[in-house]
């Protein structure tokens, strides 16, 4: 699609002093109109000459840790998933999230929450859901549903075993919560929360919502400071919270990093993935018009290279996307795996509008069906494969470390930035679970009636779902930036 009658806005934005959490971005708004675009495309190509292309110089060829390319997943999502996956996920089951936005900080005092309006959140009204979602997350059937109604229903009228106690029954109760607790790489307390709402995702897109300095730096340095395993003598390189920047902080982090066993590394990998892939939708969705009757979003090439270029972010732009590329593996693969849960007959993805919920499910398992038709996935077996309990223990610090992280997006100060952080990294955490359970999952039962050996509840199906479509619209984003700047410089 030509973008070359499209008008875009850009904003020049220094880069924070070094002055640790003291400092500042300062920036200027260029007014609009062609000849300021012209005199600050020209200075910036003038002075970083080739910067146009720097963004991808190095985002080519093959992924580290995995047998897959850049260019196959670029063909894959574009030209086949994209669009597919995008209907679903405008349907009724897989747009509304039930969230808690009011859950306190546990780590740090908060400061406050944005007072932007761009992050607030617009909660649903209780006529705004279908009726199907405001029952149990667990009822992904009508006929799931009838049987958890009859069994509810039962225990109201006494038939129990009368031989246990009450301290046995919720002692039960804790075991089969503890036993599903224990397959979870996410903190999940936001189900039964009495604060929990359902939120449209539609009507409450991902995009720039202006929340950035020291608190939303905290965020990020909490997360690879204190939970990507990584000690405090190692320097991150571009810490924002750091005075101090020097060329060997880069080179003693990666030699750091590539001395690392290969689930520590490919840890980092997705935290660093998920990063790169927030910040190229709050490129592509950035706030290009704000007046009394227009406000306009749209990509803003400037902001991309600001947090992308090979020069601009000595080097480090490049490896955050090819870290993109490796998450997006990472949560194809899980989406392969779990095709036989979703195949079973007795599944659906009920909102109690049936014919609609019989559509979703066969688009779900034809997407689901090109993801496991992917030429190159990633080799999750290579992952705790060693000594068994040495291996056992990596993976319980593996699920410790990311249900921190999960609880780390409590402490975001901005409702809308909370809301998809919240999604994602349940969506991933979900797709790790999938990936480490996979003797469960083909053991599957064909019959409702037996208990299933692997369980998503709807929370975990649509995060899951929701946040490979982030990283699915990330990947498109891409092809959209680098025809951006191959047009700017055409016309340069």
Excluded at 56 to 72: I, N, P, Q, R, W
Excluded at 353 to 381: C, I, V
Aim: neutral net charge.
């Amino acid at each position: 699609m030509s973008m070359k009658r499209r008008r875009y806005s850009f904003l020049y934005t220094r880069p924070p002093r070094s002055s640790g959490p003291a400092g500042r971005f300062t920036g200027l708004r260029l007014q609009r109109g062609e000849m300021n675009l012209f005199l600050l495309l020209l200075a910036l190509f003038s002075v970083l000459p080739g910067s146009w292309a720097r963004c991808f110089c190095k985002v080519t060829g093959s992924l580290d840790d995995c047998a897959c390319d850049v260019e196959t997943i670029d063909n894959f999502n574009n030209r086949n998933l994209f669009t597919k996956l995008q209907k679903l996920l405008s349907s009724d089951y897989f747009r509304f999230y039930k969230v808690n936005l009011n859950n306190p900080c546990p780590f740090w005092t908060d400061s406050g929450h944005c007072g932007l309006r761009d992050c607030a959140v617009k909660p649903c009204t209780a006529n705004e859901v279908p009726e199907g979602l405001k029952s149990n997350s667990h009822k992904h059937s009508l006929e799931t549903s009838k049987h958890t109604e009859e069994c509810e229903m039962a225990e109201k009228l006494g038939a129990v075993n009368g031989s246990l106690s009450d301290e046995t029954r919720q002692a039960l109760l804790e075991w089969n919560r503890h036993d599903d607790e224990a397959d979870r790489f996410c903190m999940h307390d936001d189900e039964d929360s009495p604060h929990a709402q359902y939120v449209d995702l539609l009507l409450n897109p991902e995009r720039y919502t202006g929340y950035k300095g020291p608190e939303a730096w905290q965020i990020w340095n909490s997360i690879y400071e204190e939970n990507c395993f990584k000690p405090y003598t190692v320097q991150r390189p571009l810490n924002p919270l750091v005075s101090s920047s020097s060329e060997s902080e880069g080179k003693g982090f990666y030699r750091w990093l590539e001395g690392l066993c290969v689930e520590k590394r490919a840890f980092y990998r997705l935290v660093s993935g998920l990063h790169a892939s927030i910040n190229v939708h709050l490129s592509a969705r950035y706030l290009l018009a704000d007046s009394w009757f227009e406000r306009k979003w749209g990509h803003n090439v400037t902001e991309f290279q600001l947090r992308f270029d090979e020069e601009l972010t000595k080097g480090e732009g490049p490896k955050r996307l090819r870290n993109l590329y490796f998450l997006y593996l990472i949560e194809l693969r899980a989406l392969a795996k779990v095709l036989p849960f979703f195949e079973r007959p007795s599944f659906n993805l009920y909102t109690g509008q049936p014919e609609q919920d019989r559509e979703n499910k066969e688009l779900l398992l034809g997407l689901l069906h090109m993801a496991k038709s992917f030429p190159l996935h990633f080799d999750e077996t290579t992952l705790f494969a060693g000594d068994k309990k040495e291996a056992a223990k990596l993976k319980d610090d593996f699920k410790l470390t990311f249900k921190n992280i999960s609880r780390i997006m409590d402490c975001v100060g901005c409702f809308k930035c909370r809301l998809w952080g919240k999604l994602q990294t349940q969506g991933l955490g979900t797709a790790l679970k999938i990936l480490f359970s996979e003797k469960q999952i083909e053991t599957l039962p064909q019959s409702s009636s037996s208990k299933p050996s692997f369980q998503l509840n709807r929370q975990e199906i649509v995060s899951l779902f929701n946040a490979f479509g982030r990283l699915s619209t990330s990947i498109r984003e891409l092809e959209n930036f680098r025809t951006l700047l191959s047009e700017l410089k055409t016309e340069l």
